[in-house]
């Protein structure tokens, strides 16, 4: 049964949806750093919140941990970095929370621009001194939202809907405008900021983004009316010479949920100013966001254990495990023709490619070559590799992985290919070739330049030999001296010489395992030129999941 951390305080229903799917669920709250890394190996999962910290120390005996689920959006309490060395899938609700996220910018953009908060302080201090607290209505005004994605396009549709001129800035945004047209986006950050009458920031935090508000920006930039709005990451602002610019009337008013260090110090310069709004990171607190993140999360963290389905991954974005009827059979022949052009070669390896043609592979092709590049390197890796970390594994070591669309198949061959390529640092190279027929067997169709048709499972014996008489029967012989029943064999001419020598590949498929001895007779045999032992998995029935 797995194992299930609940770190942090979650929705009720959360924990239910995980004790329904059968999991046993522990909730420890408040943890910390040495207590969360002393136990965390012993669970499969994590739901955390932002309270807790997953950090590299935390994760250095990550034991059978496989996925940690953040409840909300913001994993910078995770190490993501960390996370994936260990191979562990680090999944957000970025969605479940966009609603509410959204009101919550514009409840403070509302309360900034009426002044709301301090008319409120005032007439329960016992005054009612009207005119101190005139506003300015949204309607005709331009807002400037920085970052559309979920949350940004959520809020510049409301903010339309109060009359506002909504333009954009995002530079993973390529189209010239967004939302049919309504909203402009605005390529240049300083030209954009000179045109915005209130700014409301929906990015991540990072490097990228670090204090895209600046001291500069906000004394030369800004237009002196300016209402600033963050709901995103403290550190998207710099907080100090925010305070500065209000002291000074640089800009209007600013209202902030979020700070670089939560809780911030309690003389924090924005404390004592009067033109601010300031909440405690609220974005998603309703009821409603609640109770939808944590069952997101719980849901997600089921579905990855339970079935390898990926929702919401911040460190295997483009994956995709839980494929439709017609596509995961390609998930299965990736595998195991990576672990046949794996086992041609004992040199260290320098690059894997594959190259997918046809609708059903083509979509998914960087699963599929995470897929193939965990089924070669695996087996030579002390450290566990998944699909998680294989790229991260793989870099270490200087070895290349890289995927190809191809427009058609391979000449001579029709309907979905995949291809699997290992360059080797010795300068060898070898390639395999397969597909999926209407029957969903993993079917190879060619090992570098040789032909054949045979469904990839079980254990098997390939042989490169001379393509001379009485070879087959040899083979034969040594099989049947050492008791293995041939199951099946395929045979296929090199179209061309090496080395001035006909050359032939034959695929032995055995009932069972053979000995070392028997390896050893093959390949002293002066006809085989070499001798490659393979144990393939038994096919899945039905066959409908890749491996996991």
């Known amino acids: 049964m797995p194992r299930i951390l609940v770190a942090d305080k979650l929705a009720e229903e959360g924990i239910t949806a995980l004790k329904s799917a059968g999991f046993e669920v522990d909730v420890k709250v408040g943890l910390k750093e040495e207590e969360l890394a002393a136990c965390i190996g012993g669970y499969c999962g994590v739901v955390c919140r932002s309270g807790i910290k997953v950090t590299s120390k935390v994760l250095e005996n990550s034991g059978n941990l496989k996925c940690i689920a953040r409840a909300g959006v913001g994993v910078d309490n995770i ?8 191979g562990v899938l680090v999944l957000n609700t970025a969605e479940a929370s966009t609603l509410s996220t959204a009101e919550h910018a514009l409840a403070l953009l509302l309360s900034l621009a009426r002044k709301i908060s301090q008319a ?99 004394f030369s930039k800004c237009k002196p009316n300016l209402l600033v709005i963050n709901d995103s990451r403290g550190t998207v602002i710099d907080e100090i010479a925010l305070a500065e610019a209000l002291k000074e009337g640089k800009v209007a008013g ?21 033109n601010t709004v300031l909440t405690c990171h609220l974005g998603a607190s309703t009821d409603e966001a609640q109770y939808a993140v944590a069952v997101s999360a719980c849901e997600a963290m089921v579905a990855y254990i339970s079935k390898g389905e990926i929702r ?38 320098k690059a894997i490619t594959l190259r997918a043609s046809g609708a059903n592979t083509t979509k998914h092709i960087s699963t599929l070559l995470r897929l193939a590049s965990v089924a070669i390197l695996a087996p030579h890796l002390e450290a566990p590799c998944n699909i998680i970390n294989v790229e991260h594994r793989a870099a270490r070591r200087g ?16 309907g979905d290919i995949v291809g699997v390529r290992v360059d080797y640092q010795n300068g060898a190279s070898r390639r395999v070739l397969g597909t999926v ?45 050492a008791n293995l029943n041939i199951a099946d064999l395929v045979l296929s001419r090199q179209p061309a010489l ?51």
């Open 79 to 86: 190490d993501c970095d960390a996370a994936t060395e260990k």
């Open 120 to 218: 409120d302080s005032h007439v329960k201090s016992g005054q009612w001194k009207r005119a101190q607290f005139q506003g300015t209505q949204l309607a005709g005004k331009t807002l400037g939202v920085v970052g559309l994605g979920r949350i940004g396009r959520t809020v510049a549709v409301r903010a339309m809907a109060f009359e506002m001129t909504v333009i954009g800035f995002d530079p993973f945004f390529s189209a010239e405008t967004a939302l049919d047209g309504s909203v402009q986006m605005v390529r240049d950050f300083d030209d954009f900021l000179s045109r915005v009458d209130a700014i409301t920031f929906h990015v991540p935090g990072g490097d990228e983004t670090h204090h895209l508000l600046n001291r500069e920006r906000l």
């Open 254 to 274: 600013a209202a902030i949920d979020v700070f670089a260090t939560e809780p911030p110090a309690k003389d924090h310069p924005l404390f004592a100013l009067s």
């Open 312 to 349: 919401g991954a911040v460190n295997a974005v483009g994956l995709k495990l839980d494929l439709p009827y017609n596509e995961a059979p390609f998930a299965e022949l990736a595998q195991r023709i990576a672990l046949v052009a794996g086992s041609l070669s004992d040199g260290g390896i």
């Open 399 to 414: 070895i290349n992985l890289s995927c190809v669309v191809e427009p058609a198949p391979p000449h001579g061959l029709v």
């Open 437 to 481: 027929y209407a029957d969903r067997m993993p079917r190879i169709l060619r090992i570098d330049e040789c032909e054949m048709d045979f469904v990839a499972h079980g254990s098997m014996v390939l042989l490169e030999n001379l393509d001379l008489p009485g070879v087959i029967s040899t083979v034969g012989s040594i099989f049947a001296t």
């Open 498 to 548: 090496v080395d001035g020598v006909p050359m032939a590949l034959i695929v032995v498929k055995l009932d069972s395992d053979p000995t070392a001895d028997v390896m050893q007779q093959l390949a002293a045999n002066k006809y085989i030129k070499a001798a490659h032992k393979l144990n393939l998995p038994p096919l899945p029935c039905p066959l409908s999941h890749p491996l996991r």
